[in-house]
């Protein structure tokens, strides 16, 4: 590519879009994007190894209808306020206006927590915890962006219902432990988790706890986030169970959004270099690419490629060769702009000698690697690729955070860094809502909130907008 993803990052992630062919901008309707081939294969495996590891932790899979009534929308009163402005309303079918408009889900509570009433009656029918993969539309406002912020977007929530209030707070702590497990571990992607201020609480949850992840600019863009719901939808949707006693009781909830969208995105942004997309090799559709170099001896070359596909594939491993008609130096940027994690080139004289070289796209060296040890090579290889990728991810993350005790340091911080100014900050209770419009202001910078893994309170510090006494170290920065 022309664009250097460190100076235009903007630049260099649109331009990657089109390059490397995961989406087409040109579909018409604002906001709607058609996600490509290349794109829907890794998003694939993406949402294979979350969907895996949520029904490890007992999540089980459920499909609900896209539709959900207004009736169910007005239940939960915060909840349709926080939303109101972006549903996308059904009011026809053919010529006849509907008896009740239906709301295509921008998410999906009330869907399915009208089910939940029915579903749970008692002790046993509990713990309840259910996820689906699926789309969401919401009407945004703000500018959209491929996998960003679209109006249609791909993502899976999972919903839980329990007894008691420890059960929904572990919940949480597992929902951070699988983003962990998965979205850093397995896509690469770093996070700090932040509790939300009470005034960018999800609408309707007692608190809402979100993944913050950065883009190469150091703006901050949100990944899954885990809201403990309480009882607040319980009691309106009447979702309730028989205790020991006799007694009704509203369950204790709470819900989860990894989207899988977005974090395509982020692992578009973080991962991928100037050549192009870098794909953990879990995750790249094919994993190996054979290039044929000798069009001469297509025969004698075709033979061989084909036995090593075999042995490969037989290892588990998803291979493509390519041997359409266009020349290798296009086919070895092709691919690796594509991201594919290794490539072997073969002509005669590989064929004669049972060596080949193998190209490796995250360091852009070359390896010799003998027939017999090809299968062999690869898993080690990987392992190595997934721990070359985690370090740097790790290393751009790392020194992005920067702390300020003044408004002016702040300013200096997020020019010169960006990324996260730890600050301290009068009240994360709705009281701090006027500082954090301030800030939002003046800078276009958020309050992410407080720091769930590391808890702190400052002493003796000033809040640097009002000047007030300062109850918590809070983190801000601009978002994407
Ligand atoms: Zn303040």
Request: proline share 5%; aromatic share 12%.
């Amino acid at each position: 590519m022309n664009i250097s993803k460190k100076e235009k990052f903007s630049e260099w992630f649109t331009e990657i879009i089109k390059e490397a062919e995961l989406g087409d901008l040109r579909y018409n309707v604002k906001g709607f994007i058609v996600n490509m081939p290349w794109a829907v294969m890794t998003m694939k495996k993406m949402y294979s190894l979350y969907e895996e590891e949520l029904e490890k932790n007992d999540h089980l899979p459920v499909w609900f209808p896209a539709v959900i009534p207004k009736e169910n929308f007005e239940i939960e009163k915060e909840h349709v306020e926080g939303f109101k402005a972006e549903v996308f309303w059904i009011t026809k079918g053919g010529d006849k206006e509907l008896e009740e408009p239906l709301a295509l889900r921008p998410t999906s509570e009330t869907a399915m927590y009208k089910m939940f009433s029915l579903w749970i009656q008692g002790k046993t029918d509990l713990p309840l915890k259910m996820y689906q993969s699926t789309q969401v539309w919401r009407h945004e406002t703000k500018s959209t962006r491929p996998f960003m912020r679209g109006r249609e977007f791909h993502w899976i929530e999972s919903h839980c219902a329990f007894s008691t209030r420890k059960e929904a707070e572990d919940q949480v702590l597992q929902d951070m432990r699988m983003t962990e497990k998965i979205m850093y571990q397995e896509f690469c992607i770093p996070f700090i988790f932040f509790e939300r201020p009470e005034w960018d609480k999800f609408p309707g949850a007692i608190h809402t706890y979100a993944a913050d992840s950065l883009v190469p600019d150091g703006r901050i863009i949100q990944q899954p986030s885990t809201h403990l719901l309480g009882q607040n939808f319980a009691k309106p949707f009447n979702i309730t169970f028989l205790d020991e006693s006799g007694k009704r009781e509203p369950v204790w909830q709470t819900c989860y959004g990894p989207a899988i969208w977005r974090m395509f995105a982020s692992l578009i942004s973080i991962n991928g270099d100037d050549r192009g997309l870098i794909i953990p090799f879990k995750l790249a559709p094919y994993q190996i690419v054979i290039i044929p170099i000798n069009p001469k001896n297509l025969d004698k070359i075709s033979k061989k490629t084909e036995e090593i596909k075999k042995a490969v594939e037989n290892a588990g491993f998803r291979i493509k060769i390519d041997s359409s008609a266009k020349t290798p130096g296009f086919k070895f940027n092709q691919w690796e702009m594509k991201g594919v994690p290794f490539r072997i080139e073969i002509g005669e004289k590989e064929v004669d000698s049972g060596e080949f070289t193998l190209a490796k796209r995250f360091d852009g060296k070359k390896i010799k690697v003998k027939e017999s040890e090809l299968v062999g090579t690869i898993d080690w290889l990987a392992a190595e690729m997934q721990e070359a990728m985690l370090k740097k991810a790790d290393e751009f993350f790392s020194d992005k955070t920067s702390t300020a005790e003044t408004i002016e340091e702040f300013e200096k911080a997020l020019k010169e860094k960006g990324g996260f100014v730890r600050i301290p900050f009068c009240s994360v209770e709705m009281e701090g809502v006027k500082c954090s419009d301030a800030l939002k202001e003046k800078f276009h910078a958020d309050i992410r909130g407080e720091r769930f893994d590391v808890k702190e309170k400052p002493k003796g510090k000033k809040c640097i907008i009002c000047g007030k006494e300062a109850k918590h170290y809070v983190y801000a920065g601009r978002q994407y």
